[in-house]
């Protein structure tokens, strides 16, 4: 008998418990992230686009290599969307670059993207930093983003803003 109370108990706590480490969150927000509206299918043009207007501007281009079939990358998508990150999109150019996931052998897509910036692709999302040239500045840290859901919106958010 206690056994059950103990159980709807625990349930309860936990759905207002926070994400930890491990945990999958989800945002509300964007769907098809990389493939509708600014975020198109063929990125090599939004990609130019935003290489222009960095040569321009002197902004930076924050190209984000993912998929909405990995949570990691559809994470990231709506994290950037909120409020919270709007100095963030301020800052970059963001292009979106819908590359799959060809760290799984037959679910890649776009390849010339991460062959253009000189990447191996390892996990998704991968997130280069990009000078007006093209130029990748954060080649060591852009693979780390793959367990993006799993980073605090802290640590995110400071990492772009440095």
């Given amino acids: 008998m206690h056994r059950p109370i103990a159980l709807a108990l625990t349930a309860a706590l936990l759905a207002f418990a926070p994400a930890t480490a491990g945990e999958k ?27 222009a207007k960095a040569r321009q501007s002197g902004q930076p281009v924050l190209l984000v290599m993912g998929a909405n079939e990995c949570h990691d990358s559809a994470w990231l998508a709506n994290l950037l969307a909120t409020d919270r990150f709007a100095p963030v999109r301020a800052r970059y150019a963001i292009v979106y670059a819908d590359i799959g996931m060809p760290h799984v052998k037959g679910l890649g897509r776009n390849p010339d993207v991460p062959k253009r910036f000189g990447f191996r692709i390892k996990g998704t999302p991968t997130v280069a930093i990009l000078d007006a040239e093209g130029r990748v500045l954060n080649r060591k840290a852009a693979p780390k983003w793959r367990n993006a859901a799993s980073r605090s919106d802290d640590d995110i958010y400071n990492e772009l803003m440095r």
Wanted: proline share 11%.
């Fill in 25 to 51: 969150r989800t945002l509300p927000g964007i769907e098809d992230a990389y493939k509708t509206g600014a975020f198109v299918a063929d990125p090599m043009p939004a990609i130019d686009a935003a290489l």
